[in-house]
């Protein structure tokens, strides 16, 4: 089953007045929250990982990150005679909001639901067995156990239920930055209700009136840019899924949460150097004036 991983940055607010992106932030030592959040998507068992960056992040982001990261779990397994050999890469692509979204649906939770749109087209481009049948979110700016993942990679895989991470019976639904999963029908559902639930730049039409004529104030048009998730994934329905209670959780999105996590016992240890450093594809040489290879 192919399970996209996706990692929104896109359209982030937070009180850390940086001048680089957030996401660079370390949780320990050499590990900033973006490489968690792909490591996440690695160990969680997604085929592959869609982070969805504007032109302003993308080329930063790629720099710390790369273009694909190998599964932690065929990396080295102890009883192959050729490790190698079984090893599997995980390819990460970049996708930027729709120029049309930007500064009016262009919430931090639309980021994620056009990264699940923009793995739909391109992958349905490329060829039907390649399409996503599900998608797993992870958020750079929540912090738990991710490593405790690894055991439940079958459920997130599961053809027929979601699965999503609770702590303290919260959930994505109640605000929290908590890794879930989603079933195209699921992002359709949410999709469609933010294009319904955000405000437009005219109020209806008037009785007798063919066509709108009266303007919405410039302060509350395009509602949908300011929803938090509690909206935009109002209508995902996580009844019968999947669940794991995460023994500790904290919101780094925010500098008193990020304090708070990093003067706690709660720790996220770094993997090896090998599953996190940014990987290239090579470039293959090529002499523009005799057209040929080089």
């Known amino acids: 089953m192919h399970v996209a991983g996706i990692i929104p940055i896109a359209n982030f607010k937070s009180d850390f007045r940086v001048d680089y992106p957030e996401c660079l932030l370390p949780v320990d030592a050499g590990f900033s929250m973006i490489q968690k959040a792909v490591f996440e ?12 960056a504007n032109d302003d992040l993308a080329p930063i982001v790629r720099q710390q990150v790369g273009e694909w990261v190998y599964d932690p779990v065929y990396y080295s397994r102890p009883f192959a005679n050729f490790p190698s050999s079984q090893q599997k890469e995980i390819p990460i692509y970049y996708a930027p909001v729709h120029p049309k979204d930007r500064d009016r649906i262009d919430s931090y939770g639309w980021s994620a639901l056009y ?35 690894r055991q439940h990679r079958d459920l997130i895989r599961d053809p027929k239920k979601n699965f999503y991470v609770s702590h303290e019976s919260k959930t994505v639904r109640d605000g929290e930055y908590l890794s879930f999963t989603m ?12 294009k319904k639930a955000t405000t437009r730049e005219h109020y209806p039409p008037a009785a007798g009136e063919q066509y709108p004529s009266k303007k919405i104030p410039l302060k509350d048009r395009w509602s949908g ?9 109002k209508l995902y329905d996580i009844s019968g899924s999947h669940k794991f209670e995460t023994d500790w959780y904290h919101n780094i999105g925010n500098w008193d949460g990020y304090r708070t996590f990093l003067g706690s016992e709660n720790f996220i240890k770094k993997p090896a150097d090998v599953l996190t450093r940014p990987h290239i594809h090579g470039k293959i040489s090529y002499n523009n004036q005799e057209g040929e290879n080089t």
């Open 41 to 52: 998507c690695a160990i969680a068992g997604c085929q592959t990982i869609w982070i969805v």
């Open 225 to 233: 840019r300011y929803f938090g998730f509690e909206e935009v994934f």
């Open 115 to 149: 990264g699940m749109h923009s793995a739909y087209i391109v992958s349905s481009r490329i060829s039907n067995w390649v399409v996503p049948e599900k998608y797993y979110v992870a958020f750079p700016y929540g912090a738990h156990n991710i490593y405790l993942l």
């Open 183 to 194: 079933f195209p029908k699921d992002f359709k559902l949410c999709r469609t209700h933010v």
